[in-house]
C-alpha cells in the first residue's frame, strides 16, 4: 500500500487478494500503459481480481490486470488482458526473483493507484493461506465486529 496518503488516490484494490494471502512485504512500482489504457482507468474500467506477477528474463510483468477498452479509442485500443510492464529498479526485481523462487511465495498486485499524476501498483510479496487460515481471519473480524458493537452501545 502506499506509504504516504498525501497526492495519492486509489483507483482499485484487489480485496480477494488479502483474503487468498498472507501479505509478507508491500513494494510500489510504476506500471507501463498506453495513453487508452490511462482514459480507461481514469473512468474507472479497471479490474485487479486473479491477477499476478510474473518476472520473465529480468523484467517484471503484470498478468490478468482487466483494464476496460475505452470507448472512444477506436484503433488504439489494446487488449485488455495484455501483459503489462511493471517498472522497478534491477536491484530490486532481483531481490524479488530470489524470495519468489522459494516455496510458496508469489507476487500479487495489490492496488492501483495515482500518486501525483502517474499511476502506481502495490505489489504484494504473498504467501497462501489455508482453508483453516481463512477461517481463523473470519472469525476474529466478527468477534472484533461484536466487540465494537457491545462498545457502541456502552457509551
Known sequence: MPQNKENEKIIAENRKA???YFVVECYEAGIELFGTEVKSIRAGGVNLKDSYCDIDGGELFALGIHISPYEQGNIFNKDPLRPKKLLMH???IMKLTGLVSREG???V??????KGSRVKVAIGLCKGKK???KRD???KRDANRDIERHMKDRY
Open 18 to 20: 488479502r483474503h487468498d
Open 90 to 92: 534491477k536491484r530490486e
Open 105 to 107: 511465495y508469489t507476487l
Open 109 to 114: 498486485p495489490l492496488s492501483l493507484y495515482y
Open 131 to 133: 482453508l483453516y487460515d
Open 137 to 139: 481471519d473470519i472469525a
